[in-house]
């Protein structure tokens, strides 16, 4: 089936900087979008999440943004910690399903 | 906050053998869902419960099965045991919708 995909396997950001995450989804009948942290040897953490009929969404330090004239989800984070090196997926789930689909993880590497 | 309960943390199997693995929800979710995790993949959708019933089905092969019991926790048994088994195993729940809680996951070696 459909899945949600991820352009870049690997990003590595300087501390402090903002780091974009982005996403690219197919299913046109996706209406949930999310945002985990998986971190080595741990199960994936919730982020945030945002609905189709939401385009922006912020929470501490993160900010997904939806477009879905083009199908395109990203995450930002704002002031880069070393804490948040991590795998970072997306996943999305709809057409009256809730289990989630998820995406190719980014690799996030800060640097000190 | 209460999370996600898995047992085993690890397990380590002979292939053909069998293993069981458990997952206790938090508390008053009523929906489970198993995901398997291979080395360096996103994880896959094996099967979900919602109120003890099956609610969707993924990709589990057919030496698997997983049950969803009166108290809500699930356990994902597995048979015939073979070396592409050997993953991580997350457990989540919810209370209804979409956002899903990951437990810490059961890395499964399958020898």
């Known amino acids: 089936g459909e899945s949600v995909g991820l352009h870049l396997p690997t990003l590595s950001v300087q501390e402090g900087d903002n780091s974009i995450i982005n996403c690219a989804y197919s299913?046109?009948?996706?209406?949930?979008f999310i945002w985990y942290k998986q971190e080595s040897g741990k199960g994936p953490q919730f982020i945030i999440d945002?609905?189709?009929?939401?385009d922006k969404r912020q929470g501490q330090r993160v900010t997904v943004l939806l477009n879905k004239t083009v199908k395109h989800l990203s995450l930002q984070i704002a002031a880069t910690q070393p804490g948040d090196s991590a795998v970072y997926f997306c996943?999305?789930?709809?057409?009256?399903?809730?289990?989630?689909?998820f995406g190719k993880g980014t690799k996030l590497s800060v640097i000190p | 906050a209460a999370g996600v309960i898995q047992s085993p943390r690890h397990l380590i199997k002979e292939k053909r053998e069998t293993a069981t693995l458990k997952c206790y929800p938090i508390?008053?979710?009523?929906?489970v869902y198993w995901y398997q995790q291979g080395p360096g993949q996103d994880p896959q959708f094996l099967i979900s419960f919602y109120e003890k019933m099956q609610s969707d089905k993924g990709s589990i092969p057919d030496r698997f099965s997983a049950q969803q019991f009166s108290d809500y926790h699930s356990e994902l048994n597995m048979s015939s045991l073979e070396l592409g088994d050997s993953a991580l195993y997350f457990c989540?729940?919810?209370?209804?919708?979409?956002?899903?809680?990951f437990g810490s996951g059961t890395q499964l070696s399958v020898l």
């Open positions: 989540a729940s919810s209370d209804g919708d979409e956002k899903l809680f």
């Open positions: 299913n046109s009948a996706s209406d949930y």
């Open positions: 508390p008053r979710h009523d929906t």
């Open positions: 945002i609905r189709s009929n939401m």
């Open positions: 996943a999305d789930s709809g057409a009256g399903s809730y289990q989630l689909t």
